[in-house]
């Protein structure tokens, strides 16, 4: 089986528990315990048959080096996974744009090699996807690696909430180029959102009524930090639009992001709190926390994203791929429940060609 052949947009956290992933579950076979992992095997794929081919920063503690190191390379957070070997793959430096946010600027040395050519090096590299994981303010960089997948004739996994998966000229877009692309902003195995609509779901479908509830959270580590500068509005809307679609009534709804603490590293910390009324109108609550570490929480899903993406493209699948948007991803071209997102990918999988 040809390998699926990814390139990753910014050597941040996300790529490097991808990359550590790969390897960690790559050695496994089939009789061993995959613990923490969904889908061991996807559509016939193991998670050995991903290969990272191309990668690009702006970071001059990434560029140049080969993506084994980089993505250890500081301000990277996230605690080791796996012992990754030389993979003969050197971090490219891409146009910075609007990369860097101001708070970053302080932490990151822009590196001074010269740029690539991104859709040419996508092309001799031989990527068929192209992740893209710059950081959340970086809506710019995000539309410039998604025109040069177009260039390159790559698909788009597009995990950050810069829309473009969403949005109906970029579908347009990929579809005109016959591509597949997917988004936006990657929802996590056990995050926040996922549990909040879950509890939701399971609150309303039981009779109660929900008046109001929110899900605030801190954490650290470099996305954060962005996050508190330039995306705090844009993830309370993709996250409050997220977390309404799970009820069937309207409810006072509030979800987002807070604040940075820095000694959180990659970890995130996340409060839900739940109000509503049950038999006879009698008030209940839930006040609940929960606490993560961020990247390592996005790579199931972006393993399973990466799978379906194959199949997508060798269906001649092109523009937004509603089953996987749906199930992987907090703001997709449209909304759709939890348990209907789980069957549509279920289906998605297994369905035969043509
Ligand atoms: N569980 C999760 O971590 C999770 C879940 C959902 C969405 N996301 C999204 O994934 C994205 C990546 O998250 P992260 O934690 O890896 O972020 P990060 O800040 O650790 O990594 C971003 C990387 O992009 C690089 N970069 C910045 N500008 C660039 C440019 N112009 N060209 C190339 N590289 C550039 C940075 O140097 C850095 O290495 C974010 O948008 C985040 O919102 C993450």
Redesign the pocket.
Known sequence: MPKIKVAF?????????FVQGIEYYGNCGSDDDHVGLRNFVLGGFHPKDVEVVAA????DR?VGRDLSEAILAQ???IPKLADVPPCNVVVH????????GEY?KHV?QVSKMLEVSVAKTLKESDAEIVI???????AK??Q??AEQALVAGCSFVN????FIASDAAWIKRFEEAEMPVVGD????QV?ATTLHKTLLQLLSTRGVRITETYQLDVGG???S???LER?KEV?RIVKTEAVESALPYPAEVVAGSTDYVDFLQ?R?DSYFWISGVCFGNVPMQIDLKLS?V?????GSVLLDVVRAMRIARDRKEKGAILPICAYAF?HPPQHVPLEAAEKMFADFITEEEG
């Not at 902003?185 to 996590?188: A, K, P, R």
């Not at 961020?294 to 996005?298: G, L, M, S, V």
């Open positions: 947009a910014g050597i941040g956290n996300c790529a490097s528990a690009f920063d702006i970071n990434k301000p990277n957070s430096k891409g146009p910075v744009l609007d990369g860097l970053a990151v893209n994981s710059l950081p959340s303010g970086a960089a995000s410039y690696y995990i950050t909430p810069s902003d990657l929802i996590d995050g580590g470099m996305e930090l962005d996050t995306t993830k990659n995130r993560t961020d990247a390592p929480n996005a907090k």
